[in-house]
């Protein structure tokens, strides 16, 4: 059998001829990017060949210099002789643009829960337990769970076997007087710790799920604030950029499981990494725990099969998440510590929506009429005031990311993140993460690219370059043309944007803006009826308005109309890990949004293909431009 060799990690395994260089890589334990989910669409899964051949079915997807210097799509490629092949960087190598010390970025503070408010799932009360005595046919689980139920109003008690196996020790050590934590739900008190001493401070872990990141923060329960946060790439994202992807690659219960590890590791290193830099926590200090995460990933993340979500009549294992022991779920804090999931709204608007409006003026109820964007791989939109809630999500696919964009990347070290074009030579300047040489541009160049190049005129309303010869930028070749702002030199393609790139934004673009018409127009509102307009996630907060407008991804109100609120959705997570008022509200509301299925509203597909222009088809819905109005 031959030989397949991955470098530069020297992962050697021998498999059978015509076996694909995916399932190679997983048996050797390497990993390889797969945004599309194997479809050989997205052409990020290249890998080198150093050594021997691989059999590659070329679909047309990878640039001729690319192949020129060995490169291959993994995905179209399988191994026939002995080989080895270099896999490039992987996302876990990038250093991230996140937002680690800004989550409650431009959120009003009196949203957030008071010292009043600060109610834990398991709060700590301290009980006292009747000492034993002589023949009374008690013993002390006995005694413990009347003690319990003296101090709550439940029935029932469920304590797990490692705290009775300590229990004797623990009521003897303080004569009775213990602390206890406890979740008391639907007539049960569930007990997650019991101490003869109480600490100085209680934590608790808040966890955003998302599609590309996954955001974990430590807080102090006691005192209700944030003790640190750390946010990573979630590590699902080499199974699939976004959300259909990865339920695609979820297909049977292997890859079910595969899936559930490479969250669960994502999330348990970022709780390893807070314990370790806020002074060694022992985990068994954190006995809370939040999520929230769109409807997807709590499904991943709790390893329950997806595809349903796809399927018509599109129908999720699980609206709202049981409460589960962390031993259960497999998270490396307090193994009794119980785990509340932000309740999910449909196939599409989960949990990180459902938290994220705790960080509007939604959670007030108040009359004017806001509408809240979450702009990622999905566009997740939620309109509304105090006297109805809608929701709908939108696929806009990974360009915002950097994906499907040929030189795309994520936010991360080496990305152009913004750039200065000159109007009169269409030459332009970029600044790039991190400083040096530029590696590809990530969403937020994207947008400040394309928004300059079509008030220069150098592309048309459809995406399309100018071919004039104006332009030295421009290279056109045949059919085709590309802006180019790095020039390529030997065995570096450069950074360059193509009119398929364009088209692909504009498809982006497009779903987020016509998604927000249709849920508008399904209330017979336009734009002008908006009071604020909250732009949430990690994306969303490097957003230019002025250039988002431009491009018609967002509508021409005036731009105090505009909030950033950051990531919402690890904000609403840590309200309802400090609160009981703040869970009871997120129910509320995810019980007041009426689900709209975009697939079956007859309006929408109009929309989209009229927003598919720069800005828009019609031009009168931006007469307004410059002018911050919105007009109709």
Known sequence: ????????????????????????????????????????????????????????????????????????????????????????????????????????????????????????????????????????????????????????????????????????????????????????????????????????????????????????????????????????????????????????????????????????????????????????????????????????????????????????????????????????????????????????????????????????DFARGVQEVCLFIDIGTNGEIVLGNGDFLLGCACSAGPAFEGGGIERGMRASRGAIERVEVDPESGECRCFVIGGGEPKGICGSGLISLLAQLLDAGIIDQRGKLDRSGKYPSVRVAGKTARYVMVPSSEGDPGVYLTEHDIDNFIRAKAAIFSACVTLLNSVDMDFGAIDKFYIAGGFGRYIAIDRARTLGLLPFLDEDKFLYIGNSSLSGAFMSLLSERHRNMVSELANRITYIDLSTEAGYMDEYVAAMFLPHTNMELFHGKGSGVWAR
């Open 1 to 360: 059998m031959p030989q397949i060799t991955f470098l530069p990690g020297k992962l050697v395994c021998e498999v059978e001829v015509g076996t694909s260089v995916p399932e190679a890589a997983e048996r050797c334990g390497a990993v390889i990017s797969y945004p599309c989910a194997c479809k050989g669409a997205c052409a990020k899964c290249i890998v080198r060949v150093e050594r021997g051949s691989l059999d590659f079915a070329d679909n047309g997807k990878l640039s001729f210099d690319l192949k020129r210097q060995g490169f291959v799509l993994a995905c179209r490629s399988s191994v026939s002789e002995d080989v080895e092949v270099l896999i490039p960087s992987s996302v876990g190598d990038e250093a991230g643009q996140f937002s680690d010390a800004i989550s409650r970025m431009g959120v009003d503070e009196d949203l957030f829960p008071t010292e009043r408010d600060i109610k834990p799932l398991a709060s700590c009360a301290k009980i006292s337990v009747a000492p034993a005595e002589m023949l009374d046919g008690l013993g002390d689980y006995d005694r413990f769970v009347q003690a319990v139920r003296d101090s709550s109003p439940a029935a029932a008690v469920d304590l797990p076997l490692d705290l009775l196996q300590h229990l004797p020790d623990v009521l003897r050590e303080s004569d009775g007087d213990v602390f206890v934590w406890r979740a008391d739900e639907g007539g049960v008190s569930r007990i997650v710790d019991i101490r003869s001493s109480a600490p100085e401070t209680d934590y608790g872990v808040a966890v955003d799920i998302g599609t590309t990141t996954v955001a974990v923060q430590l807080a102090d329960v006691t005192r209700g604030r944030i003790v640190d946060t750390v946010t990573q790439y979630n590590a699902q994202i080499d199974r699939g950029a976004d959300i259909i992807s990865r339920i695609t690659y979820a297909k049977n219960f292997d890859r079910i499981r595969e899936m559930r590890g490479l969250v669960l590791s994502t999330i348990n290193r970022g709780i390893s990494e807070l314990r370790e830099r806020n002074g060694n926590i022992p985990k068994d200090e954190i006995r809370n725990v939040a999520i929230a995460g769109n409807t997807t990933m709590a499904h991943l993340f709790m390893g329950i099969r997806p595809e349903y979500i796809r399927l018509e009549p599109y129908t999720p294992a699980v609206m709202r998440v049981p409460l589960h022991r962390a031993s259960e779920l497999g998270l490396e804090v307090n193994p009794n510590a119980l785990a509340w999931v932000s309740p999910n709204v449909g196939s599409y608007v989960g949990g990180d929506i459902t938290a994220g409006i705790l960080c509007t």
